[in-house]
């Protein structure tokens, strides 16, 4: 048996509630004993209502934010132990940024191969 392409094993991350002046007046739990795994292939959304900890575990999994407790695995090897983060990338919510529904998947990719005046011909091969 393979090990899954992403685990997530009991995930704990805490944030301080501060005041005005800085002092601390409280925690906020934003992931709470969080556990999933992403085989090979599959494709996982991650979805919830604002404030659930979606954007904090995505953190966690780029090595942006540092879990309380739990674990991080990319094909069976923790990244918290320094394994390489390489085979993970961030989509980010920026509509800017984002598939445009007005185009294409083939012109989305497209574009940025002409801003960077690459081959237009590699599209098909991209796609599949």
């Known amino acids: 048996m393979t090990a899954p392409a992403l685990e997530i094993v009991n995930l704990v991350k805490t944030f301080a509630v501060r005041s005005a002046f800085g002092r601390q007046t ?6 709470d004993d969080v556990s999933f795994q ?14 659930s900890g979606k954007s904090t575990i995505a953190r966690m999994i780029m090595g942006l934010t540092a879990p309380d407790a739990g674990d991080i695995r990319i094909d069976g090897r923790s990244i918290l132990q320094g394994a390489d983060r390489g085979a993970v990338q961030m989509v980010w919510q920026n509509p800017g940024a984002s598939l445009n529904p007005r185009r294409t998947v083939g012109q989305s990719i497209r574009v940025p191969l002409d801003a ?6 590699r599209v098909p091969a991209l796609l599949d």
Do not use: P
Request: proline residues 0%.
């Open 26 to 31: 409280g925690q906020v739990r934003a992931v």
């Open 38 to 51: 992403i085989a090979k292939g599959e494709v996982y959304g991650l979805a919830g209502e604002s404030g």
């Open 116 to 121: 960077h005046a690459k081959d237009r011909a």
